[in-house]
Every structure is written in structure tokens, then in C-alpha cells.
């Protein structure tokens, strides 16, 4: 206040020419132009984010590369609807927001209202007008600057999307993506071109056309109409995601709360209250009362049990009976059986789960359907079980869906009946009716991305108690409307009752699948494989979160968390350093021998009923994977009967993002069982080639070297980013750790085995993403494989950024599709699926 107290009196004797010297002319210049830009501030913030958002966000560029609105018609609508809205719901807002409040008649945003009712009026007309005189063009041009700065945000977007996809000529979306980002570059320029016209020639224009073009008119129309939105947000929240999905919500996202902000900005000055932070605060502590807000959805207790129904009791596998399962499943006899495989699916949102579809659609496809005579060597027959983190959790999620539907239908044929235009391959014409692999990718290619956003952007914002006052939430927050979108996605894709919309290929839909009584899909329960037809098999889950309160593993799995131990009439754990979710929301033990519960045992034999928690949905279960920050709040666990206990789950890639972990635990656990365990890694992290510099001599690993990245940025955020970068990679340092104890694990576990495998001993198995992969066309070793490579013969691929988010480019899908003809991967895929087909002896080990 003492500040503003002296700049204001040295302006005041600058207007009255007393004999005291003025200030320095550039401090006073520089404090009125910031005092100008924070008056704006509303509009400021939503620019500069936009700026942000599209200049260094690959996600938010990536939206750039949308074909899925390539058909004519529909393709012209969408963009100049997305353009039409970036004008109108976010650059017209952040322009007359600011114009509003530094234009306001009283000026009052010049003089604090503390100061300003101890000024007299003429003094408060003299700072004014001389303000006026020395800034009037900051002051006039500053709105019109302000509210072309979105456009010069989706030109930083386009570009970035145009940077990463230079080098990927060789792929058709790629190509045609080009052509698209180069038009909409001429649309962003004609349509800044055009917002400066208006906002600079307004009068003129109206004079011409002969009408009086009120900008208060348009301004009422845009702050209802935008305030609209936010409410059907809250209330229909699916219904903004499916009519102005991606591209489209962005100016909502940025735009929509502009001028009502703005307003409490311009009334905060006139009555001197700080509206605009009182109303945040409000809204922030109406949201924290809400204690209840991200608790992990589960469903309701269920009626007493009645015929036919499941109970808790049937809920989880021993391992013993899942082996014994999966052995009827593959033509095991007395003395040998296949290996099992366990795939082990990294972290890495919708470009995890992709990568893994296409790996293991490929394997289903490779030699015959997963549900055909017992005695078949499809190599998809073996796999046992997949332990998945993030993306990798909800792509494993969706493939245990599939393989359980088609297995209680009796049918082999992949579940997929409609398609959709956000899946790269309804641009080229693939079936995925017929193909596994086109399935499988068609069914983790959603757009999850909207209703996150959604969430992020306006539910989680307001989200009170019921009534305000109940112990329940009025809403769901944006972790659920990530589950519901998985289970809308699968359920449109696999139910006949859905017709694809040719001109969209969008997921248009009313109601929730899951809430009106579906059993099939996501809508699943975890935990009930037993319930798979007898001669069937459906691979088991193991879902990988982490713990806040202590960084340990949490497992949402289909196994119990132990497993028989005869030799000692009592049961030894299945992973020793992990949790088991269905445990952690059951009833506690009320009677613990010092920090431990009794085993949940009778001599060897497992207690079922004592974990006693309630049902999950597979959408739920992947999530708890998957609750990165920003786009997934970190969710609340509660035991039974004692909701002030129990703990927060969060993404699974904090503790190990490779799902190696408990991988190895599951292959010590069957080779107890006397099986040869193999382990199948599937990344997704881009990887790139080696620098040229010398290398330094090897000592445990090869180092990557790169440009060490120190420069002006670095260092001015150096006190923040230098940590938070060196956590995030610790993620793939982790998984290279975890990588090389299984190989070891591996090695030694199947040593008595491999004696009878002959050449190809092998037990653990990659599959990657590199930036250039060395593609092959023709590797003579897999048919499958050289159709679907035989068009890069002689081409080279490089794609920079990977995209990983809820939803993927076609561009990117083309890419992680491409990656299969690696000369790498390809010999991986061949050495596994050998080693697949192999008949090895049943030699039970202690592991």
C-alpha cells in the first residue's frame, strides 16, 4: 500500500509541477504497465495458459493431428466450429474481458479503494486523465493483443504437431495429417486476421453493414451461453465431451469462465473486495468439504445370495486352481506342459494400452484363435496372466473383457461389431471383426481425453456433499468419468444395438452401460476368473498402484494375495511385499498378534470370506493404476465398517512402471506349480538410437548420452525442474532395474527346464518403441508379419514426440502399428512365439 501510496502522489506532483524531483520516468512507466496487465489478469492467465498448453504440451498439439474427422462434410464442420469457438468462446472473452475492466468509467482499477475514498474527485480525474493521456494506446491495444494470442497459440500447436511427424512421411496418416495441419494454419491466420479486423474496425463495420453492433449485447449472449456450459458440465457431463470432443473443448476449457471472472474482477475494484479470490476460495473449500469426492467407486453390497449369483467366496483364485485352469486350457498331460507366459505391460496412458493390443492381438492372430481345440499352440493360448501399470493396467483390463466375453459366448471371433473413426485402421480399411489385433486396438483407441477434462476443468472445480451437508458427493469426480468412458467406448464398440455413425465415428450415446445392468466389457467385476467356462481361459489381472501412506505395491488381482504352503500346514504369500486391494477395503482384524493380522487361513487352506470388501468394476480396477497427476486425483481406499481408515492409491508408476514386479512374484509362484514361467515386457516409451559421441568404458550399463540440457530455462527453473525431471526418469531407471533382476530370476528358475528346450532357452522377452526403427519387410518368419510390413520395403521412419495421453492421433497409432516390423521387435516375436510352442516337463520348484 505504501508503494502505490508514493507512486500515486509522485504522478499527482508530476500533474502539479511542484519543485520535489519525480521518480525515474522507466519506474513509473513499467509499474503502470504491470498495474495495466494485472487489472486484465483474468484474461492474462487464460492467454498465457493457452500458450503454454499449445507451445509445449505434445498431448495438447497432438490434437492437431485429429483425422477422425476427415470425411468432407463432417471434417468442414468440425474445424470451423473448433476455429468459430476459439474466436468466440475464448479470444472474443479474454479481449472484451479486459476491455471491460481497464475501460471501466470510474477507472477504478488505477487506484486502490482504500486510497481511492480518501482521494478528492479532482484528484482522482487528474490521475486518471493523465493516465489516459501517457497509456491510452497500452490501454486501448493491450485487450486487442491479448485476444490474438489464442490464435498464436494454436499456430505454436500446429506447428509443434507439423515438427513431429516431419520424418514419417512413409506413413499414410502422417501424409495426410500434414495436408491437414497446413490448411488449418490458413484457417488460424484467416481467422486472427479476421478477429483483428472486428475488434479494431468494429465501428466501421456496423456502419457499413448499417446495423448497431453492440458489443454488451454479445458479451450478455457469450457470458449465459458460457456459463451454460459450465452447468451442463456439471450436471451432463458426457454430453460436452461427445459434442465438442478434443480440439473442440479447448476454447471452452480456456475460455468459458473469461467473462464471468472478468466481471468479479471489475467489481472487486468498484467495491473494494476481492470477489474473483473470494469466489475461488469458496469454491475450493465447498470442493475439500467434500471428503468423499475421490474415493475409489465400488459397488453396492449386494442382497442376500440367491441361485446363480456370485459371492464373495467365489471372488479371487488360489494360484493352485488358476494353474490347474490354464493347464486344461492348453493340452497339458501328467508329465509336460507349454510355458506360461506373463506380459508384463509398462505404464504409459493410451499409448501403453495401444502397444500392447497390437502385440497381443498379434499373438491371438498368429496361429490360429485363442478358444479353439484344447490341443491348439496358439501362442495367445499361454499367456497366464498380465500384470499392467497406468495405460498398460487399462489395456490389460480390456483384453481380459474380450477374451472373457468371447469365452462365455463359446465363440472365437474377436467381440468387436462397430468401428470407430478415431481408430487409425477404419482410415485403411481393416476388419475388426475378423482380426484380433485390429479388435484389440480399436478397443483401447477412445477418446478418454474429453471427459477427463471435463472433470479437470469444471466438475472438480465445484463439487460439493450431497445437499451440501450429506456424506456422499453430488458428483462423481473426473476418476470416474475416466472409468465411464471406458466402459461407453467398449460397450459401443461390441454392441450390435450401436449403428456407426459413417460421417463422425464418434461415440454418441445416451446412458451408462454399466448402470443400466451390464455384465459384460468393463463392466465386469475384478476377481471372478473361476467363473470362465470349464476348457476356457481368460488371463488373470494383476493391476499395479501405489500406496501413498507407505510407497508400497497395491494389487488389484484376480489371485489370492497367498498362496499353499503343505509343508508347513499354513500359506506363504504370493507377493511379499505388496498389498492386496479386496484386503485393504475389507473389514479389519479386530484382534491383530502385534502389527500383524493372523493369517486368513485354516492350515493350508485360504479364508475367502474374511475379505469381505466390496465389488469393483474392471474400469475401476485399471484406474487404480492409473491415477497420474492432473488428468486422475489420487484415490481414497476406506476399510469396512471404518471409513476413517484405510489409505490413497496413485499411479503404479511410482513405485515400478514396468509391472515387473509383480510379474516375478506370479513366475516364482509357478514354478512352485512345477511351470516355466517366460515374461513378455511390452514398452511403449519412445526409445532413440545411441549418440555418436565416444562412449564411455562400460561398466554396468551402457550410459545414453545426450545434450545435457542445461541452458537459460534449466536454470531458471532449476530449483524445481532438475528434481521433478530426475523422479520422472527414475520411472525407466526403475524399469531397467526391474528388467534385469527378472532376467536373472529367469534364468536361474528355469535352468532344471531348459536342458529339454533345445536351442531357445530364452525366458524373458521385449518388446519397444524406438524414434527409428530398422523396419524389415520381409523377415520370412512370421506371414502375419511380412503382409502387414511388406509396405515399408526400403523405407526409413522417424517419429520425434510419441504422444501418451487418453487419446492418440491416428499419426501415432500408425507409428506404435509400425513398430511390429522392427527388426528387433520382429526377432523378439519370433524367439517367443518358438519358445511358446515348446513342450517342456512338469518339475515343481520351491521359489
Known amino acids: 500500500m505504501e508503494r502505490i501510496m508514493s507512486q500515486l502522489l509522485e504522478t499527482k506532483t508530476e500533474l502539479h509541477q511542484e519543485v520535489a524531483p519525480p521518480a525515474p520516468q522507466w519506474k513509473t512507466d513499467f509499474y503502470w504497465i504491470m ?19 499449445f507451445g509445449l504440451v505434445d498431448q495438447a498439439q497432438n490434437l492437431f493431428a485429429d483425422r477422425s474427422f476427415d470425411a468432407l462434410f463432417y471434417g468442414a464442420h468440425y474445424w470451423l466450429s473448433v476455429f468459430a469457438a476459439i474466436f468466440l468462446v475464448w479470444a472474443f472473452p479474454v479481449h472484451y474481458g479486459a476491455r471491460r475492466v481497464l475501460d471501466d468509467a470510474d477507472s477504478a482499477w488505477m487506484i486502490p479503494y482504500l486510497l481511492r475514498v480518501e482521494m478528492r474527485d479532482n484528484d482522482i480525474r487528474s490521475v486518471r486523465d ?20 489464442p490464435f498464436v497459440a494454436v499456430a505454436l500447436g500446429l506447428m509443434g504437431a507439423q515438427a513431429s511427424i516431419e520424418n514419417a512421411a512413409i506413413l499414410q496418416e502422417a501424409t495426410a495429417t500434414r495436408d491437414q495441419i497446413n490448411a488449418l ?28 453492433m453492440d458489443l454488451r449485447l454479445l458479451t450478455s449472449v457469450s457470458l449465459h451461453a458460457t456459463m451454460a456450459v459450465f452447468v451442463s458440465a456439471l450436471i451432463w457431463p458426457f454430453f460436452l465431451s461427445d459434442h465438442a470432443p478434443r480440439a473442440l473443448l479447448v476454447p471452452f476449457l480456456l475460455g468459458s469462465l473469461v467473462l464471468g471472472a472478468s466481471w468479479l474482477v471489475r467489481k472487486g475494484y468498484e467495491t473494494g473486495r476481492p470477489l474473483l479470490l473470494i469466489a475461488v476460495l469458496f469454491a475450493a ?60 505391460a509398462e505404464g504409459g496412458a493410451s499409448r501403453a494400452a495401444y502397444m500392447a493390443a497390437t502385440v497381443i492381438g498379434h499373438l491371438i492372430d498368429r496361429d490360429g484363435d485363442l478358444h479353439d481345440a484344447p490341443t491348439l499352440t496358439s501362442p495367445g493360448r499361454r499367456v497366464f496372466a498380465f500384470s499392467g501399470v497406468s495405460g498398460g493396467a487399462f489395456g490389460s483390463a480390456i483384453f481380459r473383457a474380450a477374451l472373457a466375453d468371447v469365452a462365455e459366448k463359446g465363440v472365437a471371433t474377436p467381440p468387436c461389431v462397430n468401428t470407430a473413426r478415431v481408430w487409425v485402421g477404419a482410415h485403411e480399411g481393416r476388419d475388426p471383426t475378423t482380426s484380433w489385433r485390429n479388435c484389440l486396438q480399436l478397443l483401447v483407441a477412445g477418446d478418454y481425453l474429453s471427459p477427463a477434462f471435463v472433470g479437470l476443468g469444471f466438475r472438480d472445480n465445484f463439487s460439493p456433499r450431497k445437499f451440501f451437508v450429506g456424506e456422499e458427493s453430488w458428483m462423481e469426480d473426473r476418476a470416474a468419468l475416466l472409468e465411464k468412458s471406458w466402459e461407453r467406448h467398449y460397450d459401443f464398440v461390441t454392441n450390435p444395438a450401436y449403428k456407426n455413425d459413417y460421417w463422425t465415428g464418434e461415440l454418441i450415446q445416451t446412458g451408462e452401460p454399466c448402470a443400466n445392468g451390464a455384465a ?40 489370492v494375495s497367498t498362496r499353499p504352503a503343505p509343508a508347513t500346514n499354513s500359506r506363504a504369500p504370493l507377493y511379499p511385499a505388496a498389498y492386496d486391494f479386496f484386503e485393504m477395503i475389507s473389514t479389519p482384524c479386530k484382534s491383530p498378534r502385534g502389527d500383524m493380522c493372523p493369517a486368513a487361513a485354516q492350515g493350508d487352506k485360504d479364508v475367502a470370506a474374511l475379505r469381505d470388501g466390496p465389488d469393483i ?56 506349480e512345477g511351470i516355466t514361467p517366460l515374461i513378455l515386457w511390452v514398452q511403449n516409451d519412445p526409445v532413440g538410437a545411441l549418440t555418436d559421441n565416444t562412449l564411455p568404458p562400460r561398466a554396468a550399463g551402457t ?43 529367469l534364468v536361474e528358475m528355469n535352468a532344471d527346464t531348459d536342458r529339454y528346450a533345445g536351442d531357445m532357452t530364452a525366458s524373458f522377452f521385449q518388446i519397444g518403441v524406438r524414434v527409428q526403427p530398422v523396419l524389415v519387410a520381409d523377415g520370412g518368419d512370421d506371414p502375419l508379419l511380412d503382409k502387414t510390413c511388406a509396405r515399408f520395403e526400403g523405407q526409413t521412419l522417424s517419429m520425434s514426440k510419441v504422444s501418451m495421453s487418453w487419446w492418440l492421433s491416428q499419426s501415432v497409432q500408425a507409428d506404435l502399428d509400425a513398430q511390429l516390423c522392427d527388426k528387433t521387435n520382429r526377432r523378439s516375436l519370433t524367439d517367443l512365439i518358438t ?10 520348484a520351491e521359489w
Open 185 to 212: 494454419l490458413a484457417l488460424d491466420a484467416a481467422a486472427a486476421a479476421a478477429f483483428v479486423l472486428f475488434v479494431v474496425k468494429r465501428r466501421r463495420i456496423a456502419k457499413f453493414i448499417g446495423a448497431n
Open 130 to 149: 493523465h493516465v489516459h493521456r501517457r497509456f491510452g494506446r497500452v490501454i486501448s491495444w493491450t485487450p486487442r493483443l491479448l485476444g490474438l494470442i
Open 35 to 53: 498495474r495495466i496487465l494485472w487489472a486484465c489478469r483474468v484474461s492474462v492467465a487464460s492467454a498465457l495458459a493457452g500458450l503454454l498448453l
Open 520 to 559: 459384460t466389457g468393463m463392466c465386469r467385476k475384478l476377481g471372478y476368473a473361476r467363473a470362465t467356462p470349464a476348457g476356457k481361459w481368460a488371463p488373470l489381472l494383476l493391476l499395479n498402484g501405489t500406496s501413498v501412506d507407505s510407497g508400497a505395491r497395491i494389487i488389484g488381482t484376480d489371485l
Open 835 to 844: 519358445r511358446l510352442k515348446q513342450k517342456l516337463p512338469l518339475v515343481k
Open 617 to 672: 468394476l474392471l474400469s475401476t480396477a485399471a484406474l487404480l493404476s492409473a491415477r497420474f497427476p492432473v488428468i486422475s486425483p489420487a484415490g481414497t481406499l476406506r476399510a469396512k465398517n471404518d471409513a476413517t481408515h484405510g489409505d490413497r492409491i496413485v499411479d503404479g508408476g511410482y513405485f515400478d512402471n514396468a509391472g515387473l514386479a509383480s510379474a516375478l512374484d506370479v513366475a516364482r509362484a509357478l514354478k512352485n
Open 285 to 344: 473449500a465447498i470442493t475439500a468439504a467434500n471428503t468423499r469426492l475421490d474415493d475409489v467407486r465400488t459397488l453396492p453390497e449386494p442382497l442376500p445370495v440367491t441361485a446363480g449369483a456370485q459371492s464373495k467366496e467365489e471372488r479371487q483364485i488360489d494360484i493352485a486352481a488358476a494353474v490347474k485352469n490354464w493347464k486344461a486350457a492348453n493340452g497339458c498331460t501328467e508329465t509336460e506342459c507349454p510355458p506360461a507366459l506373463i506380459v508384463a
Open 703 to 745: 550410459p545414453r548420452l545426450g545434450a545435457t540440457g542445461v541452458g537459460f530455462v534449466s536454470d531458471l527453473f532449476g530449483l524445481v525442474a532438475a528434481p521433478v525431471d530426475a523422479l520422472l526418469a527414475t520411472r525407466a531407471g526403475h524399469a531397467a532395474e526391474q528388467a534385469a533382476l527378472a532376467q536373472r530370476s
